[in-house]
């Protein structure tokens, strides 16, 4: 037979949602006792708390304060930011309003803030007391002050516990929440942190404000100063230099200045062009009247074109005359006479035109010098006037600028000095607190219930634990999943008197029909399991001792000697308990007597009277087992017995504690391993099922026994396998199974 490999091959994990159920329910009554009782106990704590009330007083933080003047700056907060928002809600909270307000309120001697420790405080110095090895705090080189300062700091911790500042979103109010034992209380001290709030950013906005006013006070001395020196340096300069009007003198100046450039281009451009024209008078020469004629600022001269029209004229009429009359006629005579007359005064007014043209060059040239000389005068007085004016504008901007500063600080001064009493509050009241009728903690139905919920939710999770923890064997999925076995069946767990055996012949009693049809069922798993085996040999073992393989043993020998002839073999000779169980003498002999060949075999035999069962019990203890069982002596034996009996028992000792039922194991057709459900762990039975596969036993199943049948039926572990209530006759039905075999 090929050994059976306890490798399983790999699944996909799946959550078993009815596992879980079935642990839940295998301890729901335990859970729920745990839960239940969890429950009244807090209750009874619940009950004896001290309420707590709470009592909530509302301020809306104004966001634009009412000011008499705007002089928002000195206070250095834009209230228009949430940042500020925050800050007023951190003020509240702060330790210098708690303190006020516990100042205000004598709360140091108020009795909820001087009761004796309590709780975990008590226990601690209960500790201290008790283990004067622990560290305690010195509070010897303290002075009196010191000592106050830290119960205050004490009382204001508690204080600040107790208070609760919340805000309203997208709002601008806060909620101002006290606890106290006493409702009077709570409504007392909300009100009054509000209050002192209100009065703290009062008296803060009311000490800034004065102390801007003295600082600016302080500040005025000194910039009326500043701005009477220089008022002074600025008079003297104008007394020093005799200045009325400084900017009209400088526009003089400038204006002056200006027409004087503008008259000097002027006549330069006129003395430039006479110039020119007396080069060309020169150059063409003065008594060259023709060519004179032909300068253009001569031909232009209205005299000269006047001229030149009359000897037209008269050239026209000596023409015209001369067409008529001879050279010698006395018309023709005059009219030449004319004409040279003309152009002898043509000439003459062309040289009166150069000689005023010569006079106009040496006039011009004279203005340009005064002008040019004018001019570098009136540069210098510009000059002069302007700076002047420079020093003037500079003394009088430091004027201007220590006036103005002078201006504001006063203005400012005057603004803080006038508002000084005006109190506009930060914040006010939209709901006072008022002392609550219903306390707020503690909820002693919400605890009860908590509590409940929560340690229910403890004792499912304890219960997974302790079935995680728990690796005995307790179902067939065990069996089957972890051991990777046959399960033959289970037996029941059989309330006896605790210290005694079960009675042998339970099996037959009228009582034990439970147990009885789970023996058969047994024995039907086992026969139908080894049919065509031919199985005559079944051996019986467990891991350790006390898992109830020899009540196994008797009990598949009973039901199996209703249909055939069987004999059952003690074969635990370290500790026997076969002969003592059937009250077989001690003194009979048994297999070890066999074995030895000291007696033959009927002698070591005996007949259970009310079963009409065979025995052959264990016989006198060895001192060598292993060896007797070892020899060929005890398997000539049983190759004997197999011819008298149609099937073999065998009761072997434990697999943990000796090696006899590997032995056994050669000689067996199959072996059924018991074990004790909720008892064996499995790494136990792993060990020893592996030990019986490495000697290649014949291992038939696993028998589960001592099952606590009314939780298995609750749970549900064994559906399938058992069911005490659907037997019908069973055994007759193996009857009929086995004489058709």
Not at 28 to 37: M, N, Q, V
Not at 299 to 306: A, F, L, P
Not at 377 to 387: L, S
Not at 627 to 656: N, V
């Amino acid at each position: 037979m090929e050994p059976v490999t306890t490798e399983q091959p790999q699944t996909e994990e799946v959550i078993d949602l009815r596992q879980y159920f079935n642990i839940v329910n295998k301890y729901k009554w335990r859970i729920l006792g745990l839960a239940l009782f969890a429950a009244i106990f807090s209750a009874i704590i619940a009950f004896k708390m001290t309420p707590i009330y709470s009592s909530t007083a509302t301020l809306i933080i104004e966001a634009e304060q009412a000011k008499a003047v705007n002089f928002q700056e000195v206070y250095g907060l834009d209230s228009s930011r949430q940042e500020y928002y925050l800050t007023q809600f951190e003020i509240l909270k702060s330790k210098s309003i708690a303190q006020k307000v516990i100042e205000r309120l004598n709360l140091d001697e108020h009795p909820e803030f001087n009761k004796p420790p309590s709780g975990m405080a008590a226990f601690k110095d209960s500790l201290k007391s008790a283990l004067p090895f622990l560290p305690k705090k010195d509070t010897s080189g303290l002075t009196p002050q010191e000592l106050a300062e830290q119960e205050m700091q004490l009382l204001v911790k508690a204080f600040t516990e107790q208070l609760s500042i919340s805000p309203v979103r997208k709002t601008q109010l806060v909620n101002i929440s006290f606890e106290a034992e006493d409702p009077k209380l709570a409504a007392l001290v909300a009100n009054t942190v509000g209050e002192v709030y209100i009065e703290q950013n009062l008296t803060a906005k009311m000490g800034i404000t004065q102390k801007a006013a003295g600082w600016l006070n302080e500040r005025l001395s000194g910039l009326r100063e500043r701005l009477d020196i220089s008022e002074a340096k600025l008079q003297a300069y104008r007394e020093q230099e005799n200045l009325i009007d400084v900017a009209g003198v400088v526009g003089l100046t400038t204006q002056e200045l200006e027409q004087t450039s503008e008259q000097l281009v002027k006549t330069r451009n006129d003395k430039n062009k006479l110039e020119s024209i007396m080069r060309v008078i020169n150059e063409y020469g003065r008594n060259n009247l023709e060519r004179l004629e032909t300068i253009p600022e001569i031909t232009s001269h209205k005299v000269i074109q006047d001229v030149k029209k009359e000897v037209v004229t008269s050239e026209r009429k000596v023409s015209e005359l001369a067409e008529v009359y001879g050279p010698k006629h006395p018309k023709m005579i005059a009219a030449t006479s004319e004409l040279r007359t003309v152009k002898a005064n043509l000439s003459q007014q062309v040289r009166a035109l150069v000689t005023g043209i010569e006079k106009e060059v040496k006039t011009a040239q004279g203005n340009v010098a005064a002008l040019e000389k004018e001019l570098v005068r009136i540069r210098t007085e510009y000059q002069r006037v302007t700076a002047k004016e420079s020093e003037y504008r500079k003394l009088k901007r430091e004027v201007d600028t220590n006036r103005q500063i002078y201006d504001t600080f006063l203005s400012r001064s005057k603004e803080t000095e006038v508002t000084s009493d005006f109190n506009a509050a930060v914040a006010r009241f939209t709901d006072r607190a008022y002392a609550p009728i219903e306390p707020v903690k503690p909820k002693k139905g919400l605890i009860v219930a908590l509590v409940f919920i929560a340690t229910l939710g403890l004792g499912v999770v304890v219960a997974f634990v302790i079935e995680a923890l728990n690796d005995t064997v307790k179902s067939s999925a065990d069996i089957e999943n972890k051991l990777a076995q046959r399960m033959l069946g289970l037996l029941p767990k059989v309330e006896h008197k605790k210290g005694t055996n079960l009675n042998i012949h339970y099996f037959f009693e009228k009582e034990a029909r439970q147990f009885s049809e789970a023996v058969r069922t047994f024995r039907t798993s086992l026969v139908l399991s080894q049919m065509d085996k031919n199985s005559k040999v079944v051996a019986v073992t467990s891991s350790v001792p006390g898992e109830g393989k020899t009540t196994t043993s008797t009990n598949l020998a009973f039901s199996l000697g209703q249909m055939e002839k069987v004999l059952l073999i003690d074969a635990d000779m370290r500790k026997p308990s076969i002969c003592k169980r059937f009250g077989i003498p001690a003194y009979h002999p048994g297999l070890s007597n066999v074995i030895a060949g000291t007696e033959k075999v009927e002698d070591c035999m005996f007949t259970d009277d009310r079963s009409g069962l065979t025995i052959m019990p264990c016989g006198q203890l060895p001192t060598n087992p292993l060896e007797l069982l070892s020899s060929s002596r005890f398997e000539k034996l049983i190759d004997a017995l197999k011819g008298r009996f149609d099937r073999i028992i065998i009761d072997t000792a434990p697999t943990q504690a000796v090696s006899d039922a590997l032995v056994i194991s050669r000689q067996a057709d199959a072996m059924i391993y018991v074990v004790k459900a909720d008892s064996t762990r499995m790494g136990l039975v792993q060990n020893g099922v592996g030990r019986l596969l490495a000697a290649n036993a014949k291992l038939a199943g696993i028998l589960l026994n001592q099952v606590d049948t009314k939780k298995a039926g609750k749970n549900g572990a064994y559906q399938g396998y058992y069911d005490y209530y659907s037997y019908g006759s069973e055994h007759e039905t193996m009857v009929e199974v086995k004489k058709s075999a």
